[in-house]
Protein backbone atom coordinates (compact mmCIF):
# COMPACT_ATOMS: atom_id res chain seq x y z
CA UNK A 1 0.00 0.00 0.00
CA UNK A 2 0.84 3.71 0.32
CA UNK A 3 3.45 4.47 2.48
CA UNK A 4 5.66 7.55 3.92
CA UNK A 5 8.51 6.70 5.57
CA UNK A 6 11.78 7.67 7.70
CA UNK A 7 15.07 6.92 8.07
CA UNK A 8 16.05 7.89 10.98
CA UNK A 9 13.75 7.59 13.75
CA UNK A 10 16.29 10.27 16.13
CA UNK A 11 18.47 12.78 15.10
CA UNK A 12 20.85 15.02 17.37
CA UNK A 13 22.51 17.71 16.21
CA UNK A 14 24.38 20.58 17.98
CA UNK A 15 22.96 24.86 17.84
CA UNK A 16 23.95 26.05 15.07
CA UNK A 17 24.75 23.18 13.09
CA UNK A 18 22.93 22.01 9.84
CA UNK A 19 19.82 19.30 10.67
CA UNK A 20 18.99 17.23 7.60
CA UNK A 21 15.54 15.16 7.69
CA UNK A 22 14.88 13.03 5.45
CA UNK A 23 11.98 11.04 4.00
CA UNK A 24 11.06 8.18 1.50
CA UNK A 25 7.85 7.90 0.09
CA UNK A 26 6.36 5.16 -2.47
CA UNK A 27 3.79 6.55 -4.41
CA UNK A 28 4.98 8.07 -7.08
CA UNK A 29 1.92 9.25 -8.23
CA UNK A 30 1.88 11.54 -5.40
CA UNK A 31 2.39 15.56 -6.74
CA UNK A 32 2.50 17.23 -3.64
CA UNK A 33 4.74 17.27 -0.25
CA UNK A 34 5.04 18.90 3.31
CA UNK A 35 6.70 19.16 5.84
CA UNK A 36 5.23 19.33 9.42
CA UNK A 37 6.62 20.36 12.73
CA UNK A 38 5.00 18.76 16.19
CA UNK A 39 6.49 20.02 19.65
CA UNK A 40 4.94 18.30 22.17
CA UNK A 41 1.31 18.93 22.89
CA UNK A 42 0.86 20.96 19.95
CA UNK A 43 -0.49 19.62 16.51
CA UNK A 44 1.68 19.39 13.44
CA UNK A 45 2.84 22.85 12.15
CA UNK A 46 3.32 23.47 8.65
CA UNK A 47 6.59 24.24 7.53
CA UNK A 48 6.79 24.02 4.15
CA UNK A 49 5.84 22.25 0.87
CA UNK A 50 6.87 21.46 -2.54
CA UNK A 51 5.14 20.46 -5.49
CA UNK A 52 6.49 17.15 -7.91
CA UNK A 53 7.34 19.84 -11.28
CA UNK A 54 10.17 21.41 -8.33
CA UNK A 55 13.17 20.00 -6.84
CA UNK A 56 13.96 22.53 -4.27
CA UNK A 57 11.97 25.11 -2.54
CA UNK A 58 13.49 27.77 -0.07
CA UNK A 59 12.05 29.09 2.96
CA UNK A 60 13.41 31.08 6.11
CA UNK A 61 16.35 28.63 7.37
CA UNK A 62 14.27 25.69 5.84
CA UNK A 63 14.92 24.23 2.17
CA UNK A 64 13.05 20.61 0.86
CA UNK A 65 14.46 18.71 -1.59
CA UNK A 66 12.67 16.56 -3.91
CA UNK A 67 14.12 13.98 -6.06
CA UNK A 68 11.62 11.75 -8.05
CA UNK A 69 14.17 9.70 -9.44
CA UNK A 70 14.35 8.01 -5.93
CA UNK A 71 11.15 8.90 -4.72
CA UNK A 72 13.17 10.45 -1.92
CA UNK A 73 12.09 14.05 0.38
CA UNK A 74 14.80 15.71 2.58
CA UNK A 75 14.45 18.95 4.89
CA UNK A 76 17.46 20.98 5.90
CA UNK A 77 17.10 23.66 8.75
CA UNK A 78 19.79 26.04 8.58
CA UNK A 79 21.27 26.91 11.63
CA UNK A 80 19.64 24.53 14.11
CA UNK A 81 18.24 26.25 17.31
CA UNK A 82 17.19 24.89 20.24
CA UNK A 83 13.16 26.12 19.50
CA UNK A 84 13.48 23.81 16.64
CA UNK A 85 13.81 20.49 18.41
CA UNK A 86 10.56 18.63 17.77
CA UNK A 87 9.41 15.84 15.31
CA UNK A 88 9.13 16.28 12.01
CA UNK A 89 6.90 14.71 9.81
CA UNK A 90 6.66 14.15 6.07
CA UNK A 91 3.50 14.07 4.08
CA UNK A 92 2.73 12.87 0.45
CA UNK A 93 -1.04 14.33 -0.50
CA UNK A 94 -2.85 11.82 -2.55
CA UNK A 95 -6.07 12.20 -3.86
CA UNK A 96 -6.73 14.48 -0.82
CA UNK A 97 -5.43 12.69 1.86
CA UNK A 98 -1.99 13.20 3.84
CA UNK A 99 -0.13 9.93 4.03
CA UNK A 100 2.53 11.23 6.68
CA UNK A 101 5.81 9.30 7.39
CA UNK A 102 6.43 7.92 11.21
CA UNK A 103 7.90 11.16 12.35
CA UNK A 104 12.00 11.84 13.00
CA UNK A 105 12.59 13.44 16.35
CA UNK A 106 15.18 16.00 16.43
CA UNK A 107 17.38 16.95 19.28
CA UNK A 108 19.46 20.64 19.51
CA UNK A 109 21.89 20.41 22.44
CA UNK A 110 24.38 23.05 23.12
CA UNK B 1 -7.28 34.86 11.37
CA UNK B 2 -7.84 32.56 14.29
CA UNK B 3 -6.31 29.22 13.72
CA UNK B 4 -8.01 25.66 13.85
CA UNK B 5 -9.84 25.43 17.25
CA UNK B 6 -10.51 22.34 18.96
CA UNK B 7 -12.74 21.14 22.33
CA UNK B 8 -12.46 19.73 24.61
CA UNK B 9 -8.48 19.57 24.84
CA UNK B 10 -8.48 16.94 26.96
CA UNK B 11 -11.13 13.72 27.61
CA UNK B 12 -11.60 10.98 30.08
CA UNK B 13 -14.19 8.42 28.96
CA UNK B 14 -14.25 4.43 30.07
CA UNK B 15 -14.72 1.63 27.44
CA UNK B 16 -18.52 1.27 25.83
CA UNK B 17 -19.37 5.06 25.83
CA UNK B 18 -19.31 7.15 23.01
CA UNK B 19 -17.73 10.39 22.45
CA UNK B 20 -18.07 13.78 20.43
CA UNK B 21 -15.29 15.50 19.27
CA UNK B 22 -15.41 19.22 17.56
CA UNK B 23 -13.19 21.12 15.07
CA UNK B 24 -13.81 25.24 13.92
CA UNK B 25 -12.02 25.63 11.10
CA UNK B 26 -10.09 28.86 10.17
CA UNK B 27 -12.73 31.46 8.80
CA UNK B 28 -13.22 30.81 5.24
CA UNK B 29 -11.78 27.38 5.44
CA UNK B 30 -14.31 24.67 3.80
CA UNK B 31 -12.60 21.46 3.86
CA UNK B 32 -12.04 20.00 7.19
CA UNK B 33 -10.29 16.52 8.03
CA UNK B 34 -9.53 14.53 10.47
CA UNK B 35 -6.77 12.46 11.12
CA UNK B 36 -6.23 9.85 14.71
CA UNK B 37 -2.04 9.86 16.44
CA UNK B 38 -1.38 7.45 18.42
CA UNK B 39 2.44 6.25 19.43
CA UNK B 40 2.55 2.92 17.66
CA UNK B 41 0.31 4.09 14.51
CA UNK B 42 1.56 7.53 13.73
CA UNK B 43 -0.77 10.01 12.34
CA UNK B 44 -3.79 7.87 10.57
CA UNK B 45 -6.85 10.02 8.24
CA UNK B 46 -9.97 9.22 9.13
CA UNK B 47 -11.71 11.28 7.23
CA UNK B 48 -12.22 14.58 5.07
CA UNK B 49 -15.40 16.60 4.74
CA UNK B 50 -16.29 19.15 2.59
CA UNK B 51 -19.17 21.53 2.40
CA UNK B 52 -20.96 19.31 4.72
CA UNK B 53 -20.43 15.83 2.21
CA UNK B 54 -17.90 13.27 2.91
CA UNK B 55 -15.21 13.33 0.63
CA UNK B 56 -12.69 11.34 1.31
CA UNK B 57 -12.60 8.17 3.90
CA UNK B 58 -9.74 6.24 5.18
CA UNK B 59 -9.29 2.91 6.84
CA UNK B 60 -11.27 3.17 10.10
CA UNK B 61 -13.88 0.96 11.28
CA UNK B 62 -17.41 2.06 11.51
CA UNK B 63 -17.86 3.29 14.82
CA UNK B 64 -15.77 6.31 13.71
CA UNK B 65 -17.96 8.59 12.66
CA UNK B 66 -17.72 12.38 11.07
CA UNK B 67 -20.26 15.52 10.24
CA UNK B 68 -19.99 18.59 9.02
CA UNK B 69 -22.30 21.86 9.70
CA UNK B 70 -23.42 24.58 7.12
CA UNK B 71 -20.84 27.02 8.69
CA UNK B 72 -17.62 24.50 8.38
CA UNK B 73 -17.28 23.29 11.39
CA UNK B 74 -17.37 19.64 11.94
CA UNK B 75 -17.73 17.07 14.90
CA UNK B 76 -16.51 13.63 14.63
CA UNK B 77 -18.50 10.99 16.63
CA UNK B 78 -16.76 7.31 18.11
CA UNK B 79 -19.39 5.26 19.38
CA UNK B 80 -18.66 1.59 21.81
CA UNK B 81 -15.07 3.64 22.56
CA UNK B 82 -12.28 0.56 23.24
CA UNK B 83 -8.98 0.70 24.86
CA UNK B 84 -7.53 1.25 21.05
CA UNK B 85 -8.76 4.63 20.57
CA UNK B 86 -6.91 6.49 23.15
CA UNK B 87 -5.05 8.66 21.18
CA UNK B 88 -4.53 12.50 20.28
CA UNK B 89 -7.65 13.16 17.38
CA UNK B 90 -6.25 16.28 15.02
CA UNK B 91 -8.38 18.33 13.17
CA UNK B 92 -6.99 20.17 10.41
CA UNK B 93 -8.40 22.68 7.76
CA UNK B 94 -7.96 23.50 4.52
CA UNK B 95 -8.94 26.25 1.76
CA UNK B 96 -9.47 23.53 -0.96
CA UNK B 97 -5.79 23.78 -1.62
CA UNK B 98 -3.67 21.27 -0.77
CA UNK B 99 -1.91 22.59 2.28
CA UNK B 100 -3.75 21.46 5.75
CA UNK B 101 -3.30 23.52 8.97
CA UNK B 102 -3.82 21.80 12.29
CA UNK B 103 -5.80 22.17 15.27
CA UNK B 104 -4.02 21.67 19.23
CA UNK B 105 -6.15 17.90 18.99
CA UNK B 106 -8.21 16.19 21.43
CA UNK B 107 -6.09 14.09 23.74
CA UNK B 108 -8.60 10.87 24.33
CA UNK B 109 -8.23 8.57 27.36
CA UNK B 110 -10.21 5.25 27.11
CA UNK B 111 -10.57 3.33 30.49
Known amino acids: GESVGLHLPTLSVQEGDNSIINCAYS??????FIWYKQESGKGPQFIID?????DKRQGQRVTVLLNKTVKHLSLQIAATQPGDSAVYFC?????????FGTGTRLQVFP | KAGVTQTPRYLIKTRGQQVTLSCSPI?????VSWYQQTPGQGLQFLFEYFSETQRNKGNFPGRFSGRQFSNSRSEMNVSTLELGDSALYLC??????????FGPGTRLTVL
Open chain 1, 50 to 54: IRSNM
Open chain 1, 27 to 32: NSASDY
Open chain 2, 92 to 101: ASSPDTDTQY
Open chain 1, 91 to 99: AENTADKLI
Open chain 2, 27 to 31: SGHRS
